[in-house]
Structures are given as structure tokens and as C-alpha cells.
């Protein structure tokens, strides 16, 4: 429960728990560990992107917020 606990750290956590879920989701998608997974994002930026499109991206399902890290790494060079 985050009762008693300031709006702004609530909203922090909230951002947290999706960029987990992200790189969770992500993971098992492409049979990656998890300290992979969680290292390339912050390697090549997604974890920004994701904190950065926050307000949007969370009202998406997973596998499209998904499909668009997908994208953003192929834009980027990262993945083929």
C-alpha cells in the first residue's frame, strides 16, 4: 500500500514498477537474462525513453510498449 506515502514518491515507485514489468516483459520475449536485459536498456537509453514517454506508454498493453522498444533499438542500431 503506498497510504501515507507522498504523491511524487508514489509516482516514482508507479515508474519503477513499469520500467520492471518493461524489461520483464522484454526478457522473456527475446530468452535474455535479466541483468542483460536491464543492462542493455540502460546502455542504449530505453530506460530514459521509457521514463520519458511515461505518461503515455503506461496506458498501453505490454506487448505494444514492447513492440515499440523493439523499435526504438532497431532505430538506434542496437538490435536487427
Known sequence: ???????????????????????EAYKVRHAMKGADAANMFEKEGVLDYLIDGYDVLHTQSLEYVIDEIELYLKKRGAVR
Open 1 to 23: 500500500s503506498t497510504q501515507g506515502v507522498s504523491s511524487a514518491a508514489s509516482d516514482v515507485y508507479k515508474r519503477q514498477e513499469f520500467v520492471s514489468s518493461c524489461i
